[in-house]
């Protein structure tokens, strides 16, 4: 598969040339994104032509998604924060001693000193949220490694703007994107998958979407949700 990148406008636009007959256009989550995949003759004209005819489609969805990041992002009470796909609401609890955050029914409850910035309020919430991504992985590479039959030798989280998660297929390593902890476990368990079966098969090919569909049937299903941000 060969890919290059073309701005449309201000509108970054990777291109993924691939053995199909037809274009196909895909506008990702979190920072939308913009995928076009193409037969491998296509000329940039006629891709062109195709994608300014989708620009009004195109801003829809990078503004859903822009919408999705600002959401919660103010630490102002009662705005919402989601965790594992539930909506909660945040309450500040400003006191000494050292933050903390406790969930309880639809309550984010975030205990911080009451000098504590707003950036550093974000960054003690990203921390939770990479904790909860610690604590749920060991289980779904447990449920896994046997099933798909390969071996997960490390897993590194972070914090990312443009992918939910990758492989090194040589070292046999994933990195997980620290925002799935806002998402349904369903999402984290179908990109803990999707990484762990390019170990087996580093690229988006038939074997590829073979093995998805042996191992998880309803990974279709979960993706289009997820790129759609419907969950």
């Known amino acids: 598969m060969t890919a290059k990148t073309y701005k449309l406008g201000d509108i970054p636009v990777t291109i993924e040339y691939k053995n199909i007959k037809t274009l196909r256009m895909t506008v990702y989550p979190p920072d939308g994104r913009v995928c076009i995949s193409a037969p491998k003759n296509a000329a940039w004209e006629f891709i062109r032509t195709f994608a300014v005819s989708k620009i009004p489609w195109i801003e829809k969805h990078r503004e859903k998604f822009r919408r999705n990041a600002m959401a919660g992002n103010h630490f102002q009470n009662h705005e919402i924060h989601y965790v594992w796909g539930a909506p909660y609401k945040l309450e500040l609890v400003e006191r000494r001693g050292h933050?903390?955050?406790?969930?309880?029914?639809?309550?984010?409850?975030?205990?911080?000193?009451?000098?504590?910035?707003?950036d550093q309020k974000q960054k003690i919430l990203d921390n939770w949220y990479r904790r909860l991504i610690r604590d749920?992985?060991?289980?779904?590479?447990?449920?896994?490694?046997?099933?798909?039959?390969?071996?997960?030798?490390?897993?590194?989280?972070?914090?990312?703007?443009?992918?939910w998660g990758?492989?090194?297929?040589?070292k046999q390593t994933i990195r997980l994107n620290t925002e799935l902890a806002k998402k349904p476990p369903e999402c984290l368990e179908y990109v803990i998958v999707h990484e762990m079966v390019h170990i087996i098969e580093p690229?988006?090919?038939?074997?590829?979407?073979?093995?998805?569909?042996?191992?998880l049937p309803a990974w279709k299903l979960i993706r289009k949700k997820m790129n759609a941000g419907e969950i």
Request: a positive charge.
């Open 203 to 215: 690229s988006h090919n038939r074997d590829f979407y073979r093995l998805m569909t042996e191992h």
């Open 99 to 118: 933050p903390k955050i406790i969930l309880e029914e639809n309550v984010l409850r975030l205990h911080v000193r009451p000098d504590t910035s707003k």
């Open 166 to 170: 990758s492989c090194n297929c040589r």
């Open 136 to 163: 749920a992985v060991p289980r779904f590479i447990e449920k896994w490694e046997p099933v798909i039959g390969v071996a997960v030798k490390g897993v590194y989280l972070r914090k990312m703007k443009s992918h």
